[in-house]
């Protein structure tokens, strides 16, 4: 920094003009003056300099403060920005979750809300429903004779080997109302099995052996005259179908009717059941004798029970069965039925026939109604409405041996069906005083829902697009009737239904 020589503040003196001048006190004061104004000076400027550089630090320094505080204070803002938008993460989280589990909460309400429609739609028209499905499981000892071949199982069942139980005898004290409902299954398995090969051989017996051959010729000469009858309708007695007999046959499974809809009896049904099983136990309980209340549960409907031909051929067993209500399943039979005057009738047909019977097995569902169309076009040509039923449990009430397509055992049952009509069905069953082997069926529930009617026009030279149309949607309708009640009654509900 320069200093000023002579600053205007400090007085002018001359120059010392000799030695003796510079030893004087007051030029020397003078002098030491003049120093010290001159030092003051400049440790102000100093001084002022220094003040300035302290107060560029300061504001400096508070600058860089404030830099740092606002640095700071954005982190801090981001990272309470992080933690709400965790924190607003979390909480969709939750909402989400909660809106999922209202979601579960109202999924099962609306199931238990269709549930508790289906029952009161069922308990409108019926007056006990089953609450629950049918959770019989089969004994553990015919789960152990499944596993071998049929002979050896067959043998095993009727003399419990290899099982460590004994011999499976029926107890003693079992009530009469038991006994009667065996009693009831057992005659009608008889009738079937022997009345009519029975009824045949006895004839026979009479014409070659007796004095009594005129009965044989007697009875021959009028079945001639009368072998048409199944296709005219039949000869219903109504006393054997409402027999008290057949209350009983109800109560042994239990048969159980489930009535789904209104039927308008100003109109004539086809009914088709579905799945045949060995011997269509719940279609003869429903529609060939007053078991299961028929008549009253649809009022002004007269039911029929189609069935094979061949059944009334054998003599003896014919006219009893046609006393139940039953015909033949047959074009002439069905057109004389749907083309007569009048309406209420409804006639039901085992639409898988014989056939479907080999593929009868507890836990399996095998329909075959691909290539079934003839019921289509007669409910075409007549105008008849189609009723899909679907019976849970039928297939459960017997077991039957393995027999795949294309083994051995399946091929002869084919050929012999082929033959006579029937289908050879090598079922088992239990007895009459033991459960391990017979021809007595197994006490399991059969429930049959009759689904909603198919309402069908008047069209007396259908089309083939006509006919397989309607076919298309009668299989929808039995797929669906199944899939919706499958949960409640069928004792195998996992179990998926195939169409063949």
Known sequence: MEVETNPASIPLLGKPQTPEDLKTSAYTSQIVEEILE??????????LEKEAITETETTANAKEMDTKEEEMKKQEEGKGGETEAKEKEQKEEE???TA???KSEESKSQVTEEKEDQLKELKKYNYNVPEGTSSHVKDKIDEHFDKYPWV???LGRLFNLSTGYGPKFAPINIPLQRRLQTFAVLFWMSTFLFMGAGSFFFLLYLFFFTQYWWISLCYFTWYLGDRTICNRGGRRWHWMRSWTLWKHYRDFFPVHLIKTAELDPSKNYIMGYHPHGILSAGAFCHFATEGTDF?????????????LEAQFWLPFYREFFMCTGAV??????????LGREGSGRALCLVVG?????????????ILHLSKRKGFCKMALRHGASLVPMFSFGENDVYDQIANPEGSLIRRIQNSVQKMIGLAPCMFIGRGVFQYSFGIVPFRKPIYTVVGSPIDVPLVKNPTKEQIVNLHETYVNAVVDLYNKYKDRYSEHPECKITIV
């Open 353 to 365: 026939g014989a056939k479907e019977a080999l593929d009868c097995h507890p836990g399996q569902v």
């Open 100 to 102: 999922e589990e209202h």
């Open 295 to 307: 008549s009253k549960r649809f009022q002004g409907f007269t039911p029929f029970l189609l069935t």
């Open 152 to 154: 050896l199982g067959a």
């Open 328 to 337: 033949s399943a047959t074009r002439e039979s069905m057109d004389y039925l």
């Open 38 to 47: 001159t030092n003051s000076h400049m440790a102000n400027g100093i001084g």
């Open 95 to 97: 909402k989400t979750e």
